[in-house]
């Protein structure tokens, strides 16, 4: 009799799991997610597109589409041409009707302000001066108004030039002298030019650069989709933290980026050596405390409005909760 | 007198009537919508009372003004002068007519984010982007006012023993006015789409500033407001020298060039 129970028993879990991995095999098959990037893939897309290539394994189609500019990528998420966005649209978030949702920090902020070191040596000589960043309410301009704040200096004027490229061409020209830059661009000018530049001290700023974000409505009908992908994420971020060269290796098994220039090829592990670091890529996919930072920091610069705000009304935490239970 | 009275009465009832349908359709698709991001009428044009009054609309005119009136004016002396000399020298249309051909082909958004190579990201980048636009419609149709000279006045004037200024001056000129005043209206209207550009692609300065911010930080009805704004201002001021055009020429000279 306890023979025959524990038959029975064995075959229910069978088919239990059976069901379980046919179910999700069912679900997966038919899940293709619309990712918008509001960016030219490059090399520091690798994480996503490695996670990608591994969620493809896991039968969840993720199809990356480049868009010109984070605006058009939030707007293809709230007309439904996509259904995945990247980047840090929290203005949208709130003003927009559609319930979106943040539920994973792909990296956090990582700027450098850089200055002409015959003009100035320190963050006090910027008082009076004039500073260039990217855009007006930008991350950028945020990030060098709490450095004025902090050091007690009001700048002359504030000049937006949108895109580190551009502004590292235009501080290696003379017609800038100071500005903020991402560390590609930064590693650039200091290589082009590395007596004639000093990048100023910054205080830990926490904030998400790349979050990802869909309508809450995508998030509830695709929960294992979106587990899977969260999951991948999760495992590269944590694989590279552990080891940076990780990401050469992963890239060549896959064939990622098979058309990157030798110069660029270079400069694919000291972008990552630097960035975990400076602790860009979370183990944990940001989550609330992500959602915290945010949420001051973009009050700060201007994007958001209001106060007493609540995570809830940003981000949903759910999906990164799941797939953090299944990622060791 | 009457019936002149009249016809301006209904012609004023037929522009208020279209304006009311354009703006009955704007704010029925926004309440639609036909897309989230797309606000209706009736809050675009708050949203633009509202720049009007924290004086963000006219700060950000007078900035994007500057470039686009240096540039018109570049365009006006140098484009003009030069359209006057490729009609009336061989030699001069031989040489600058492929640039200006090739110019006005060419397709402008693609190249105005390369003057910034060479020129930076300051004033002189914008007032290029500007002049870019406008010169080859007007040097083009300063040359073609010249050069389609009604020839049997020209033949009048020799015929009277006039000399090369006299026919340049008395015969040419004043025939080619009239089209060269039309390209002066329509660089005008290229000149906007020129500063618009720069002011998008090269750095937010003014309108562009205002429709990139807005854009970022989701105020949908103030980027629709500052949109619609500079159409407005571009179609009035075209418009403005329209009506000067028709006052300054008869149709028949109009009609003729």
Not at chain 1, 141 to 168: C, D, F, T, W
């Amino acid at each position: 009799m306890v023979q025959r129970l524990k038959s029975i028993a064995s075959f229910l879990m069978v088919t239990a799991l059976i069901g379980g991995l046919a179910t999700e095999t069912w679900a997966q098959a038919k899940t293709r997610i619309r990712y918008a990037l509001g960016d030219v893939i490059s090399i520091d897309e690798l994480p996503l597109l490695i996670a990608v290539e591994h969620a493809k394994q896991r039968g969840v189609d993720v199809q990356v589409t480049s868009f010109k500019s984070e605006e058009v990528a939030t707007q293809a998420v709230i007309n439904g041409q996509a259904d995945i966005g990247q980047g840090t649209p929290y203005a949208a978030i709130q003003k927009v009707t559609v319930p979106i949702r943040f539920f994973y920090q792909l990296s956090a902020l990582q700027f450098f302000p850089i200055v002409a070191k015959d003009n100035y040596k320190s963050w006090k000589d910027l008082d009076g001066q004039e500073i260039a960043v990217h855009t007006r309410g930008s991350g950028t301009e945020a990030i060098m108004n709490l450095a004025a704040k902090e050091h007690g200096i009001k700048y002359k004027s504030v000049s937006y030039v949108p895109g580190s490229q551009v502004r590292a061409l235009a501080l290696l020209k003379g017609n800038i002298k100071a500005t903020i830059l991402d560390a590609p661009n930064k590693n650039l000018v200091m290589k082009e030019a590395p007596d004639k530049f000093i990048i100023l001290p910054l205080g830990n700023v926490k904030a998400s650069d790349e979050a990802l974000f869909a309508t809450r409505d995508f998030l509830d009908k695709n929960q294992v989709a979106i587990r899977i992908f969260v999951e991948e994420l999760t495992k590269v971020s944590r694989a590279v933290n552990a080891n940076p060269s990780w990401i050469l290796e992963e890239r060549r098994k896959l064939g990622l980026l098979k058309d990157l220039p030798p110069k660029m090829e270079q400069e694919i592990l000291p972008f990552f050596q630097e960035a975990v670091k400076s602790g860009v890529f979370p183990n944990d996919g940001g989550g609330e405390r992500a959602a915290k930072n945010d949420l001051e920091f973009y009050s700060l610069s201007g994007a958001l409005k209001g106060e007493n705000l609540k995570v809830d009304d940003f981000w949903y935490l759910a999906p990164l909760k799941a797939a953090l239970a299944n990622v060791k | 007198m009457q019936r002149k009275e009249l016809i301006a009465k209904r012609r004023l009832v037929w522009q208020l009537i279209s304006f009311a349908l354009v703006f009955g359709l704007w704010e029925l698709a926004g309440r639609w919508p036909i897309s989230l991001a797309f606000p209706p009428f009736s809050k675009t044009f708050l949203a633009l009372l509202r720049m009007t009054a924290d004086g963000s609309l006219a700060k950000a005119y007078l900035s994007t003004a500057q470039p686009l009136v240096i540039g018109i004016v570049l365009c006006g002396i140098a484009g003009i002068g030069f359209g006057i000399g490729m009609g009336l020298s061989r030699t001069i249309e031989w040489f600058s007519l492929p640039v200006f051909i090739i110019l006005q082909a060419a397709p402008m958004a693609a190249i105005i984010p390369l003057i910034t190579y060479i020129y930076g990201i300051g004033l002189t980048s914008k007032v290029l982007a500007v002049v870019f636009l406008a010169a080859p419609v007007i040097v083009m149709n300063s040359y073609k006012g010249i050069r389609n000279t009604n020839p049997s006045l020209i033949q009048m004037c020799r015929s009277f023993l006039g000399t090369r200024r006299q026919e340049i001056i008395k015969i040419i000129l004043p025939h080619a006015a009239a089209l060269i005043f039309a390209g002066l209206r329509l660089g005008l209207a290229m000149g906007f789409i020129g500063i618009v550009i720069a002011e998008l692609l090269i750095t937010p300065t003014g309108i562009g500033d205002l429709i990139t911010y807005h854009s970022s930080v989701a105020d949908y009805p103030e980027m629709f407001a500052a949109i619609a704004s500079i159409i407005a201002v571009a179609a009035f001021a075209i418009h403005g020298l329209q009506r000067l055009e028709h006052k300054l020429f008869p149709p028949e000279i109009r009609g003729s060039s």
